[in-house]
């Protein structure tokens, strides 16, 4: 095997030694060709490699985000087993995928690599060393078991963003517990607010919620590190927790309990903040959300109800009287949806500024025209399996949009061309290593 | 970087006018903040951003939304229905690197400030456009708030009891987050393009399709086999035990498991390990054909035993379980006290202690920081006025008179 130097020959434009100062506009010729390069690509992150070690959702959609914006994404595997992520789900006609594998793992590029072995570790390491930015969701101590810990990585590759996502983060009692988003959402205090006072606490809605919410923190803390590291030549490591993640979306919650005690419980299909403010019932047994924050909105809903009355100082004008009010305010306006097709009700509120929304199954979604004029959908083909539908790109970026260039990789279909170009691996010891399922 | 000295925090210098209401661009902003930019909050000078009435009020009259939400930012009232309004929020804009704005679609483009007018004050400006729908698309202009997204978006109508009402996911609020959240990976790949190219642009985002991002095979399930999801209460449909159980005590616990190896690990738990032999439970598929059964069998455990027993007996075979915490356990859990993922701020203009979500995430060599809680409506108008455009105190004092600021 050869000796591995540091300095990266990526196959794309040469990585500078410093990005250029913030706010930057002097230009060198340097710049100007670097500037020409990426106008052409179009992506803020081309000429990103992104190593993405971890499995199922908290993180890979961290490194499938940076995927979708030009970075190149090596999914490192297992070379027997895969991300498990491929038996998640709905199985398809393709041995290796379900459905969330094939729009999950968008973008990315296999390479597998046993990294319980001890000439797996070196051929990642090497990649690391051309690389920006490892994603991992090992629970913590994992890695530093097979001697891929931060201070072994950051040696191999000062430059390196390392983002770590795990249950309860890498610090404090808990980190060592085994943990998914179902057990952070009741941990971060989502479940518990979740379903109707005093009943069973139900699932907010789907059970990866704080897989997304986790991996959108580590996007953020990742574009936060890379530009720090291209300024400094500093890397460093984010840190999430998937309970701390969910936590942080609580507006008020802990303000509110620091200050004055209240623990906030259960609000079925309402909440505390204003009223009406939940879902209603139409007439066609179908399902509406209505949200009147504020007291004029309040105030075109009772014109559209025609009881313009309601609204009166003396009556329901105030959002305090309604707060108090709550049963008696809901019950009147769940008796006018009721009296309604979901379609009547829709347009009656519209005409009327009322804030409205259908409570969509995902049939009325693929239904919806305005799903498919944002392109929320988009459809992609799989040989031997047809068209796949998966959910588009968020957020959209005006002059560098987004790009889904593949569905998620079967097993190791970069792996050859990984080692041999990247690494410089010969033929004959790619044949070795697989032989020996090292890779 | 030389080893003693702290790193600068990764968005020094970077200025940020945070325009929006409530939550969802206002929390990008935020997050930028926090890793060091300097964000203007520009708000109506009287009443400010509704976010000020959102919640519980303090005795400074500012809620506890606010004062946690708009940490870190600058009040710097303007008000945009006015000429003169209109003149100081351009010049802002060529002084700034990003703006964040959540109006209906259209409201700015009446004011004279749409992005065609903004580019052209400023070319390499970064614009976080989030709305109920998106700029674009038949819905546009409809109001639209968090709740209604997370109709719209498919989330609300998978929570709750099957057949029961849908319930409000968790939180009112989650989509406004999750939207700032995605507006700010957007920013900060636009920072990074127009830092190679000066080449600025706009972020289009919607609070709909922030939620509908995060439903995983939803759509390709439905798409390929026609599967309409259904609620499904505390459990899923696809693994099983999985969902939220009630202990001896009165408390609830969230177990989940995933694959046949955590079922097994759980049986021990349970002290009976037989039950995950292949010829009874021990495969999903068995367990999910008797779903009931094996339900109940967890459940009359956990009802056996107070929540801190079940858990203590979970974690010692790693077992994935963990409390539904309400939030008076969550200041009694002690991985939220060793993360600190709470700070108390006390500060003289607030007059009472008040504790907030700390940063997420975590960065080991440039960590964010709060400086200072939710400011006072207007606390910053004559710094900014003085210090970004250069006006004198007579200038200034005119425009408060006209009370365009």
Same mark, same amino acid.
């Not at chain 1, 409570?359 to 988009?378: K, M, P, S, T, W």
């Not at chain 2, 989940?256 to 009976?272: E, N, P, S």
């Not at chain 2, 979500?357 to 964010?368: A, D, F, H, K, Q």
């Given at each position: 095997?050869? @000796?591995?130097?540091?300095?990266?020959?990526?196959?794309?434009?040469?990585?500078?030694?410093?990005?250029?100062?913030?706010?930057?506009?002097?230009e060198?010729?340097?710049?100007?060709?670097?500037? =020409?390069?990426?106008?052409?690509?179009?992506?803020?992150?081309?000429?990103?490699?992104?190593?993405?070690?971890g /499995?199922?959702? =908290?993180?890979?959609?961290?490194a499938?985000m940076? +995927?979708?914006?030009?970075?190149?994404?090596?999914?490192v595997?297992?070379p027997? =087993?895969?991300?498990?992520?491929?038996?998640?789900?709905?199985? /398809?006609?393709?041995?290796?995928? /379900?459905?969330a594998?094939? @729009?999950?793992?968008?973008n990315?590029?296999?390479?597998?690599?046993?990294?319980?072995?001890?000439?797996?570790?070196?051929?990642?390491?090497?990649?690391?060393?051309?690389?920006?930015?490892?994603?991992?969701?090992f629970?913590?101590?994992?890695?530093?078991?097979?001697?891929?810990?931060?201070?072994?990585?950051?040696?191999?590759?000062?430059?390196?963003?390392?983002?770590r996502?795990?249950?309860?983060?890498?610090?404090?009692?808990y980190?060592q517990?085994?943990?998914?988003?179902?057990? =952070?959402?009741?941990?971060?205090?989502?479940?518990?607010?979740?379903g109707?006072?005093?009943?069973?606490?139900?699932?907010?809605?789907?059970?990866?919620?704080?897989d997304?919410? @986790?991996?959108?923190?580590?996007?953020?803390?990742?574009?936060l590190?890379?530009?720090h590291?291209?300024s400094?030549?500093?890397?460093?490591?984010?840190d999430?927790?998937?309970?701390?993640?969910?936590?942080?979306?609580?507006?008020?919650?802990?303000?509110?309990?620091?200050?004055?005690?209240?623990?906030?419980?259960?609000? +079925?299909?309402?909440?505390?903040?204003?009223v009406?403010?939940?879902?209603?019932?139409?007439?066609?047994?179908?399902?509406?959300?209505?949200?009147?924050?504020?007291? &004029?909105?309040?105030?075109?809903?009772?014109?559209?109800?025609?009881?313009?009355?309601?609204?009166?100082?003396?009556?329901?004008?105030?959002?305090?009287?309604?707060? &108090?009010?709550?049963?008696?305010?809901?019950?009147?306006?769940?008796?006018?949806?009721?009296?309604?097709?979901?379609?009547?009700?829709?347009?009656?509120?519209?005409?009327?500024?009322?804030?409205?929304?259908?409570?969509n199954?995902?049939?009325?979604?693929?239904?919806?025209?305005?799903?498919?004029?944002? +392109?929320?959908?988009?459809?992609?083909?799989?040989?031997?399996?047809?068209?796949?539908?998966?959910?588009?790109?968020?957020?959209t970026?005006?002059?560098?949009?987004?790009?889904?260039?593949?569905? +998620?990789?079967?097993?190791?279909?970069?792996?050859?061309?990984?080692?041999?170009?990247?690494?410089?691996l010969?033929?004959?010891?790619?044949?070795?290593?697989?032989?020996? &399922?090292i890779? | 970087?030389?080893?003693?000295?702290?790193?600068?925090?990764?968005?020094? %210098?970077?200025?940020?006018?945070?325009?929006?209401?409530?939550?969802? *661009?206002?929390?990008?902003?935020?997050?930028?903040?926090?890793?060091?930019?300097?964000?203007?909050?520009?708000?109506?000078?009287?009443? %400010?951003? *509704?976010?000020?009435?959102?919640?519980?009020?303090?005795?400074? %009259?500012?809620?506890?939304t606010?004062?946690?939400?708009?940490?870190?930012? $600058?009040?710097?009232?303007?008000?945009?229905?006015?000429?003169?309004?209109v003149?100081?929020? $351009?010049?802002?804009? *060529?002084?700034?690197?990003?703006i964040?704005?959540?109006?209906?679609?259209?409201?700015?483009?009446?004011?004279g400030?749409?992005?065609?007018?903004?580019?052209?004050?400023?070319?390499?400006?970064i614009?976080?456009?989030?709305?109920?729908? %998106?700029?674009?698309?038949?819905?546009?202009?409809?109001?639209?708030?968090a709740?209604i997204?997370?109709?719209?978006?498919?989330?609300?109508?998978?929570?709750?009891? !099957?057949?029961?009402?849908?319930?409000? !996911?968790?939180?009112?609020?989650?989509?406004?987050?999750?939207?700032?959240?995605?507006?700010? #990976?957007? #920013?900060?790949?636009?920072?990074?393009y127009?830092?190679?190219?000066?080449?600025?642009?706009?972020?289009d985002?919607?609070?709909?399709?922030?939620?509908?991002?995060?439903?995983?095979?939803? *759509? !390709?399930?439905?798409?390929?086999?026609?599967?309409?999801?259904?609620?499904?209460?505390?459990?899923?449909?696809?693994?099983?035990?999985?969902?939220?159980?009630?202990?001896?005590?009165?408390?609830?616990?969230?177990?989940?498991?995933?694959?046949?190896?955590?079922?097994?690990?759980?049986?021990?738990?349970?002290?009976?390990?037989?039950?995950?032999?292949?010829?009874?439970?021990?495969?999903?598929?068995?367990?999910l054909?008797?779903?009931?059964?094996?339900?109940e069998?967890?459940?009359?455990w956990?009802g056996s035993?107070?929540?801190?027993?079940?858990?203590?007996?979970?974690?010692?075979?790693?077992?994935?379980?963990?409390?539904?915490?309400?939030?008076?356990d969550?200041?009694?859990?002690?991985?939220?006290?060793?993360?600190?993922?709470?700070?108390s701020?006390?500060?003289?203009? #607030?007059?009472?202690? #008040?504790i907030?979500?700390?940063?997420?995430?975590?960065?080991?060599?440039?960590?964010?920081?709060?400086?200072?809680?939710?400011?006072?409506?207007?606390e910053?108008?004559?710094?900014?006025? $003085?210090?970004?455009?250069?006006?004198?105190?007579?200038?200034?004092?005119?425009?408060?008179? $006209?009370?365009?600021?």
């Amino acid at each position: 095997m050869q @000796s591995d130097t540091p300095d990266k020959e990526k196959p794309r434009k040469p990585a500078k030694k410093t990005a250029p100062e913030p706010p930057p506009n002097a230009e060198s010729p340097a710049d100007a060709e670097d500037k =020409a390069w990426f106008e052409e690509q179009k992506l803020p992150l081309a000429g990103v490699r992104v190593i993405d070690v971890g /499995t199922f959702l =908290a993180g890979p959609y961290t490194a499938s985000m940076l +995927g979708e914006f030009g970075a190149e994404v090596l999914k490192v595997e297992h070379p027997i =087993a895969g991300d498990p992520m491929r038996r998640f789900g709905t199985q /398809t006609k393709r041995h290796d995928a /379900t459905l969330a594998w094939l @729009s999950e793992a968008r973008n990315k590029k296999s390479v597998t690599i046993d990294l319980r072995q001890a000439q797996g570790v070196d051929l990642f390491t090497r990649l690391i060393k051309k690389a920006d930015v490892l994603v991992e969701n090992f629970r913590p101590g994992i890695m530093e078991e097979w001697g891929l810990g931060w201070d072994v990585l950051k040696k191999a590759n000062p430059k390196l963003v390392m983002l770590r996502v795990s249950a309860y983060g890498q610090t404090g009692p808990y980190r060592q517990r085994t943990g998914f988003s179902h057990i =952070a959402h009741a941990v971060g205090g989502l479940s518990y607010l979740c379903g109707f006072p005093g009943e069973t606490p139900v699932v907010p809605g789907t059970a990866p919620l704080g897989d997304y919410i @986790s991996s959108l923190y580590g996007a953020i803390g990742v574009m936060l590190a890379l530009r720090h590291a291209e300024s400094t030549g500093q890397g460093q490591v984010i840190d999430v927790g998937i309970y701390e993640s969910v936590f942080r979306q609580m507006d008020e919650l802990a303000a509110a309990y620091g200050l004055f005690g209240k623990i906030r419980e259960r609000e +079925g299909a309402g909440s505390f903040v204003a009223v009406p403010h939940g879902h209603f019932r139409t007439k066609d047994e179908k399902w509406v959300a209505i949200a009147c924050t504020t007291d &004029k909105m309040f105030e075109r809903l009772t014109e559209v109800m025609e009881r313009p009355e309601m609204a009166s100082h003396t009556l329901y004008g105030e959002q305090r009287k309604r707060l &108090k009010a709550r049963d008696e305010v809901n019950a009147i306006v769940t008796e006018w949806t009721s009296s309604l097709t979901r379609k009547e009700l829709m347009d009656k509120c519209l005409k009327g500024q009322v804030p409205i929304g259908r409570l969509n199954n995902i049939e009325d979604i693929f239904n919806d025209e305005h799903f498919q004029a944002r +392109g929320n959908l988009v459809s992609m083909e799989e040989p031997g399996m047809g068209p796949v539908v998966i959910p588009g790109v968020v957020p959209t970026l005006s002059e560098t949009p987004g790009r889904i260039t593949n569905l +998620g990789p079967a097993l190791g279909n970069a792996t050859y061309e990984i080692m041999r170009e990247l690494l410089g691996l010969s033929a004959d010891e790619i044949a070795r290593f697989r032989k020996q &399922k090292i890779i | 970087m030389t080893d003693e000295k702290k790193p600068d925090l990764p968005l020094k %210098g970077i200025r940020v006018i945070d325009v929006a209401t409530i939550i969802a *661009a206002p929390y990008c902003a935020a997050i930028l903040g926090e890793f060091g930019a300097d964000v203007l909050k520009v708000e109506h000078p009287i009443g %400010g951003d *509704a976010c000020r009435r959102f919640g519980t009020p303090t005795n400074r %009259g500012d809620t506890l939304t606010w004062l946690s939400e708009a940490r870190n930012k $600058k009040s710097v009232t303007i008000d945009l229905h006015r000429p003169e309004g209109v003149e100081l929020f $351009k010049g802002l804009t *060529a002084q700034t690197d990003i703006i964040c704005e959540n109006f209906r679609p259209g409201t700015l483009e009446k004011w004279g400030l749409g992005w065609d007018v903004l580019r052209e004050v400023n070319p390499g400006l970064i614009m976080l456009r989030v709305s109920g729908y %998106g700029q674009t698309g038949p819905y546009a202009s409809r109001p639209g708030f968090a709740r209604i997204a997370h109709a719209v978006g498919g989330i609300a109508y998978l929570s709750g009891m !099957p057949k029961g009402t849908p319930v409000t !996911p968790g939180s009112t609020t989650l989509g406004d987050y999750m939207s700032g959240l995605y507006g700010a #990976v957007g #920013v900060l790949m636009a920072l990074r393009y127009k830092e190679k190219t000066g080449k600025g642009q706009y972020i289009d985002t919607a609070l709909y399709e922030s939620v509908f991002r995060c439903t995983e095979e939803l *759509a !390709p399930a439905y798409a390929m086999f026609g599967e309409i999801r259904e609620r499904h209460g505390p459990h899923i449909e696809s693994a099983c035990p999985y969902g939220h159980f009630p202990t001896r005590d009165g408390g609830w616990v969230a177990i989940a498991c995933t694959t046949d190896k955590l079922f097994a690990r759980l049986a021990k738990a349970m002290d009976r390990p037989e039950l995950a032999s292949t010829s009874l439970y021990g495969l999903q598929s068995e367990r999910l054909d008797n779903r009931g059964d094996v339900n109940e069998i967890v459940r009359d455990w956990c009802g056996s035993l107070t929540r801190d027993e079940v858990l203590e007996r979970c974690n010692k075979w790693h077992a994935p379980a963990g409390p539904l915490n309400n939030i008076r356990d969550i200041f009694a859990n002690r991985q939220f006290h060793a993360r600190r993922n709470m700070v108390s701020i006390d500060e003289e203009n #607030v007059g009472e202690t #008040v504790i907030v979500p700390n940063i997420v995430p975590r960065l080991s060599e440039t960590p964010g920081r709060i400086d200072h809680l939710g400011p006072t409506l207007g606390e910053h108008t004559d710094e900014v006025l $003085k210090d970004v455009l250069g006006m004198s105190p007579a200038q200034i004092t005119e425009l408060r008179e $006209k009370r365009v600021i």
